[in-house]
């Protein structure tokens, strides 16, 4: 039998989901079969440092090192002064921090409700395999049916086989006939100055 831990939790999302409502304390108790105790926690202003390194070994692991423009201060910046729409939670294994996951709030018009849309989620290389990456999945989707979100998402470039068979055993299902797009740096600020308009016969839908 594995070893427990309860983790009382209370995520920053009050601007996610408007301002005046506060997220209740929820008790977690997560179990390892090598007996390694994890907890998961809000994570907290003097985290940065280390959300920001997690970030960057993420960004190595995903060959895009040179991508990080972030800093430290971005970091405490963005996750901690108000007003905020992100949160994130640390894991620990045996009172070590371990790893981190980074999610905000998003919408379905279809649904009527908002979702989770999971950012990142990193757990480094020595705390692998003691289930610390399913316990921040688990515990950003129990923060998800708390809100009464009805549906949570996130992305995986498609080499990553081992998080890909992760994310099919929990019962994630891949939303292969979507193509994700991104308009970013010089792209949109161009766009955005510009006053041109579409085609006509184009549409845009969402």
């Given amino acids: 039998m594995g070893a427990y831990c309860c983790s009382l939790v209370k995520p920053a999302l009050r601007d996610m989901y408007g301002r ?10 997560f179990w390892s079969d090598i007996m390694a105790v994890i907890t998961i926690r809000a994570a907290q202003r003097n985290d940065a440092p280390a959300i920001h390194q997690f970030i960057v070994d ?3 692991y995903e060959r895009a090192e040179h991508e990080v423009e972030s800093s430290v201060r971005d970091i405490e910046r963005t996750l901690f002064d108000e007003p905020r729409s992100s949160a994130a939670l640390i894991c620990e294994v045996d009172g070590k921090v371990a790893g ?5 709030a998003n919408y379905s ?6 979702g989770i849309y999971l950012e990142d989620l ?3 290389p020595e705390f692998r395999g ?3 990456g399913k316990a921040l ?3 950003v989707a129990r923060i998800a049916v708390s809100q009464g979100c009805r549906r949570m998402e996130w992305s995986v470039l498609n080499w ?5 068979r992760v994310y099919d055993a929990i019962g994630g299902v891949p939303q292969s006939e979507w193509t994700r797009y991104r308009l970013a740096g010089d792209a949109l600020r161009e766009f955005a100055a510009s006053d041109e308009t579409v085609a006509s016969g184009n549409s845009i839908s969402s």
Avoid: C, D, K
């Avoid at 018009?109 to 908002?114: D, F, K, Q, S, V």
């Avoid at 990553?160 to 890909?164: D, G, K, Q, S, V």
């Fill in 137 to 139: 999945l688990r515990e």
């Fill in 160 to 164: 990553n086989e081992p998080a890909i």
């Fill in 58 to 60: 993420l960004a190595i």
């Fill in 109 to 114: 018009t279809w649904l009527g409700h908002h």
């Fill in 130 to 132: 003691v289930g610390a």
């Fill in 100 to 104: 981190f996951a980074v999610y905000f």
């Fill in 122 to 124: 990193y757990v480094s």
């Fill in 20 to 29: 005046g409502r506060t997220m209740p304390g929820i008790q977690r108790y």
